[in-house]
């Protein structure tokens, strides 16, 4: 199959992904973006000179110039594992070790494998499958994160937590945390170890959110959706004693039985009464996957309704207006956007674009002309768009017109890599 057939074939996936796919909306007024700049897309194997960590070839940091003030950079995708096979549903990539020589990967029928970090990894291995256990009845549900304390990977044991969609009982997702320790060198997680830390009724089968890291803080950050359907008609977003619509900040230092997490005293509505402490923001759509940047700042996609795609600065206590703000417009009739933290970037449905996928800010070890940029995706179009956090000005630009079906964006030393639906993982180089 070729590789346009492969991203068109895909598009309906996308479309369910994002819970809009019933929903497109006209144009008129959408913010477009300011410049265009088509890059082309590397053929597989392209790259095999590559090492962790060590851009050889004509791709060193060193020829890499930083783009003028407000140039967006040149950029081009590479696999980055060409000598492996497609991967089904990448949802998550993870550091397995201290020195990033193992990768973790979580597959979203409710697996995750470790595959060597180089371009000629040998096939993956089975770090954990618990797909009995993992539902993926809608199109959305599944196995949605995973995350390891960073403290943990130099060490030969320690925990995981995971995000998935549950088989049995009543539609809800579970966060849980497994045992692991190494064997033969490679991580292996013990299914039987399971800790449940916390479930989360689902009334529908989409917007379940998934994405789970830990702050610099030490914190576990937990993404959740809306509860489905379409409209939030449950209004999650914006009711403070329910937990979806909202990104979670809990410790889960010492889970254990009867107490599976504590509520950071710092949480903005710890202690309120009519709110969960969990809180740590609220008023998201389908916070579909976030990224803390060097200086600790969180970054997340929110999915929009039908109109408009959000990148948003999450800040403790932030009201990111789901659902009576969908953008920067009034998603119900009659309200005050100015009320509510309004998203740093935001594009609207044109040419294809229907559900952003939240990226990093590019610490570019690799690269000097990619530092500092924020780069995340659209799962429909396979645009790849970028902007500068720290611009006077926030202007955001599409990078690369024609790529994959991106539904996940993970960082590691190696470089930023973007992880497809079309089975391929691929680092963001300059060009
Ligand atoms: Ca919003």
């Known amino acids: 199959m070729s590789r346009a057939g492969r991203f068109a074939g895909t598009v309906l996936l996308f479309a369910m992904v994002s819970g809009v796919g019933a929903a497109c909306s006209d144009a008129n007024g959408e913010p477009t973006p300011t410049s265009t700049l088509v890059a082309t897309q590397d053929q597989q194997g392209q790259t095999t000179t590559i090492v962790p960590g060590v851009t050889k070839g004509t791709q060193t940091a060193a020829t890499n110039t930083p783009s003028p003030p407000g140039e967006p950079p040149e950029v081009r995708l590479v696999d980055a594992f060409p000598g492996l096979g497609d991967l089904a549903r990448p949802v998550e990539l993870i550091a397995g070790d201290d020195r990033e020589s193992e990768l973790l990967v979580a597959l979203q029928d409710g697996r995750i494998i470790s595959i060597v970090n180089s371009p000629d990894a040998p096939e993956p291995r089975d770090a954990l499958g618990i797909r ?16 390891i304390r960073a403290e943990e990977l130099g060490t030969s044991r320690g925990s995981i937590f995971l995000y998935y969609s549950v088989a049995d009982g009543q539609r809800r997702t579970r966060l849980s945390r497994m045992d692991w320790s190494r064997t033969s060198g490679r991580l292996v997680v013990d299914p039987n170890s399971e800790l449940v830390i916390l479930e989360i009724p689902q009334p529908f089968a989409n917007h379940n959110g998934g994405k789970i890291a830990f702050g610099p803080d030490g914190f576990l950050y937990v993404g959740l959706g809306d509860g489905g359907s379409g409209g939030d008609p449950q209004g999650n977003g914006q009711n403070l004693a329910t937990l979806p619509g909202s990104i979670l900040r809990i410790d889960v230092a010492n889970a254990m039985d009867g107490q599976p997490y504590t509520i950071p005293a710092d949480n903005p509505f710890a202690g309120e009464t009519n709110a969960r402490g969990e809180i740590w923001a609220y008023g998201l759509r389908n916070p579909w996957r976030f990224s803390f940047d060097a200086q600790g700042r969180l970054w997340a996609g929110d999915v929009g309704q039908g109109k408009y795609e959000e990148i948003n600065l999450v800040v403790a206590g932030g009201n990111y207006g789901w659902n009576v703000v969908e953008g920067t417009e009034c998603y119900r009739d009659g309200c005050d ?77 190696r470089g930023l890599l973007l992880l497809s639906f079309d089975g391929r993982i691929y680092r963001l180089a300059a060009d």
């Open 337 to 413: 956007p100015s009320q509510f933290n309004g998203p740093i970037a935001v594009y609207g449905h044109d040419g294809g674009d229907c559900s952003v996928t939240g990226g990093v800010v590019h610490e570019a070890k690799d690269s000097e002309a990619l530092r500092g940029w924020y780069f995340f995706a659209d799962f429909c179009s396979g645009r790849v768009r970028a902007f500068q956090p720290e611009a006077t000005e926030i202007e955001t630009f599409v990078v690369l017109e024609e790529g994959p079906p991106v539904a996940s964006i993970a960082h590691i030393s």
């Open 132 to 147: 009995e256990q993992v539902s993926r009845d809608g199109n959305e549900e599944g196995l949605l994160g995973i995350a």
